[in-house]
């Protein structure tokens, strides 16, 4: 195997950083891909004739098939060279979505959200290995940034861009939209990003028995989260499912640890910057993804906003962090990048418990402050953690550690919304118990709490039977239980948060876990490698 390319020490041009900006688009369409169909489910279920019960899997089966290609994208990238992998997997996104929306039937949707979904994920790792692929050190927080940004911002905008496509024109928009953006990423990368040599010989190595572990560790606990919330987390599916997930997971570890030409590298985790950067990257997936899920169950079923409006509201999010973003890149590099994730958790845990006290009655002007205090937080928390896990690594190892550290987040979002899920599906039967039995003794403060009038409680009018006056108070009951149940989610996340913020401390940055001769040493290696390069192999 030939040695790791150099770091990239000039400066890149514009053809380099106009290649970046293409791959950021692949990966914003991967993205927002999710979100806007998530909006308009209904829609979808309503043209195909699919039952509620399979509705789900239109999206479960792209993020299963997501979370598999993830940690795949070092393999991947060794065997296909970062060009060819980002044109391969973008061309191959973008007729995915065509197939989606050409789709007859409910099965053929399903075939194509697969394609999609595995591509898709293969997309978003790239970039972040990118980053440091393409640029110097010195370039490394703009070029995150610009990847950051754009990874939170697409599932921000994707309510609100779901919903304008589903109320103005038809659901295959939703994929139509995919097809110009990749035409012209497919066609247009090969001559920007730098050639580099492909290596099909790695393909002969590989090992399809950890290839199979991988797939089922991930998918069947990617099942285990979905079925958790509704039949419980100590159902006979759930238990079997993550037992599952476990076992293949440990055999998994067994293989690549005693693999010679393991598909995926585990080393950078000895790392402690790795492995912290992986565990920040695990509590932002849990509080982005939650938050992201949070709002619009909601803005939806307590205050019946419907995804446009709903979208509108979310953008505050998306603005607060673009505006965030130019400081974040101004910062990063010069001060400890600890310090500066620090401060994004504080500021991203302070914005999620500032949402845990919100009534039912809470629209835009109650939600407005949090989302920003949330949006700036959350770039401090994106940018610099992703310096912490892939700054420091030698070159061999990115792509590898970028997938990993990508799949930590991922795991995060789905180990979130199965918690706010369980919330939300345990607790809003106790609640609603708790409304009924208060307002059977007559609790004012309760009914004021509901939004039913005092008077309404002490004197039912004449000529409303009992039904007739249960079903006017159900609705209300059952919307004042949501919006608990969704106050004691965003507690959970804030403390999530928190947890994500007494971590930092545990990290060292590149300075002060190197001695200044093994800093030197370490430098010196992309000249050493040259050197040697050019005097060829010794003979004898």
Known sequence: MSAPAAAPQGTPGITTWLGFILMCVGMFMAILDIQVVATSLPTIQEALGI????????????????????????????????????????????????????????????????????????????????????????????????GGVVAVLAPTIGPVVGGFITNT????????????????????????????????????????????????????????????????????????????????????????????????????????????????????????FGSVYLMPVFLAFVRGHDAFEIGKIMLVTGVAQLIAAPLVTALDGKVDARLLTAFGFVLFGFGLAASAFQPPTADYQEMFWPQVVRGVGIMFCLLPPTR???????????????????????????IGIALIDTIIYGRVTLHAQAFRDRLMAGDTATAKAIGLAPELLRNRPRGISEEQAIAYVRPLVEK?????????????????????????????????????????????????????????????
Not at 63 to 91: D, H, K, M, Q, Y
Not at 243 to 260: K, M
Not at 399 to 407: E, H
């Open 388 to 414: 912490i896990a892939l700054g420091d690594l030698p070159q061999a190892e990115v792509a590898d550690a970028s997938g990993l550290f990508n799949l930590m987040r991922n795991l995060g979002g789905a």
């Open 480 to 540: 004042a239980s949501l919006a608990l149940c969704v106050n004691e989610a965003w507690t959970l996340l804030a403390g999530v948060a928190l947890l994500g913020f007494v971590l930092i401390p545990f990290a060292r940055n590149k300075a002060a876990s190197l001695s200044p001769r093994m800093m030197a040493l370490e430098a010196a290696q992309p000249a050493l490698r040259r050197r040697l390069d050019q005097l060829g192999p010794r003979s004898g």
């Open 169 to 288: 024109w038809s659901w295959p928009w939703l994929f139509l939209i995919n097809i110009a953006p990749g035409i012209i990423a497919a066609t247009a990368t090969p001559a920007l990003l730098p050639k580099q040599r492909m290596n099909l010989l790695e393909l002969d190595k590989l090992d399809l028995l950890a290839l199979l572990l991988l797939a089922v560790s991930l998918a069947s606990l990617e099942l285990g989260l979905k079925e958790a919330p509704k039949g419980g987390w100590l159902s006979s599916n759930c238990i079997a499912l993550l037992v599952l997930s476990a076992s293949c997971l440990t055999l998994l570890i067994q293989r690549l640890l005693s693999s010679a030409h393991p598909i995926l590298r585990l080393g950078s985790f000895q790392r402690r910057s790795f492995t912290l950067g992986c565990l920040s990257s695990f509590c932002l997936g849990i509080g982005l």
């Open 51 to 146: 039952s509620p019960e399979a509705m789900s899997w239109i999206q479960t089966a792209y993020l299963i098939a997501e979370i598999i290609a993830i940690p795949l994208t070092g393999l991947l990238t060794r065997v296909f060279s970062l060009r060819w992998l980002f044109v391969g997997a973008v061309s191959t996104f973008t007729l995915a979505s065509l197939g989606c929306a050409l789709s007859g039937s409910f099965h053929m949707l399903l075939a194509f959200r697969v394609v999609q979904g595995f591509f898709g994920g293969l997309l978003i790792p790239v970039v972040f290995s990118a980053v440091f692929l393409l640029f110097p050190a010195r370039l490394h927080a703009l070029a995150t940034t610009i």
